[in-house]
């Protein structure tokens, strides 16, 4: 069986769509996708991602073990999510968060830098005019945050991406 890899929300934002799919997330990063990289939230949501709430006992777990390593203070609630994830999952954390990663050593989980794969992947893509339906398709790599979908040539309505079936 493969380990379940959790992901970070650095991952999200920078890996190509095709490597996040089958990943682990909580559903809180998916407002952290929107804050921190707007451009971006659509691509995450068209990746087949396996969002989770952890539970209150892995969250608890999670907890007692940030605050025995010191790290407690300083962690986000996402984050503290994403370790109980970890937890629960018996999985593989991809982060460059040093305290994240701090806690997978102190508690013997893997882990890995989110830079270490999937930045390069190659996925298909279609957007879609979410007004009338026109389709612009492509086969390229994974648009990075900032680059905005743009108009609908014909009718000048908010485009959507999605991933070609
Ligand atoms: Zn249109």
Request: proline share 2%; net charge negative; charged share 30%.
């Amino acid at each position: 069986m493969i380990e379940p890899r959790v992901l970070d929300t650095s991952a999200l934002i920078s890996w190509a769509v095709d490597s996040l799919e089958g990943g682990y997330v909580v559903r809180k990063q998916r407002e952290e996708v929107r804050r921190v990289a707007p451009d971006r939230a659509m691509s995450v949501e068209a990746a087949r991602l396996n969002w989770t709430e952890p539970t209150l006992d892995s969250l608890e777990r999670a907890r007692e073990i940030a605050s025995e390593t010191g790290d407690l203070d300083g962690l986000s609630e996402t984050d503290l999510e994403i370790f109980a994830l970890l937890i629960q999952t018996g999985g593989h954390l991809f982060s460059d968060d040093y305290r994240l990663q701090n806690l997978c050593v102190a508690t013997g989980m893997s882990w890995s830098a989110v830079d270490s794969e999937g930045i390069s992947g190659i996925w298909n893509w279609q957007i879609r005019c979410s007004a009338c339906g026109d389709v612009v398709s492509g086969h390229g790599r994974t648009r990075r945050a900032g680059e905005g979908l743009g108009e609908c040539e014909k009718c000048g309505s908010e485009m959507k991406i999605s991933r070609k079936r």
